[in-house]
């Protein structure tokens, strides 16, 4: 195999294969160029997510902890039908 190698690389070029290969290397480069681009991209998406994460686990668990109601005389939804404005009318309860 490599003594193939070596023929194909110490024969020269004709003109038409000469012109295929002028712009190789610059396509070359641009596709590396993008593929880091790519994952850059990917990098700052993943820590942009982090971030909110972290903010939105502190936000709902340390700061919501001090945020806590406190507990009413009145509750809408109580088992405690007896308190209920509508028992002097008789309806419920």
Known sequence: MTDEIERLLATPLS???DGRLAGLDVGVWR??????????????RLAVMAAALVIGV???GV?????E???????????SAGLSPMTRFE???
């Open 91 to 93: 309806v419920g309860g």
């Open 58 to 60: 502190a936000n709902g």
């Open 15 to 17: 003109a038409d294969e």
């Open 31 to 44: 596709r590396i160029e993008e593929r880091q681009a790519q994952r850059r991209a990917g990098q700052v």
């Open 69 to 79: 109601p406190r507990p009413s005389d009145i509750q809408v939804f109580s088992v």
């Open 63 to 67: 700061l919501g902890r001090a945020f």
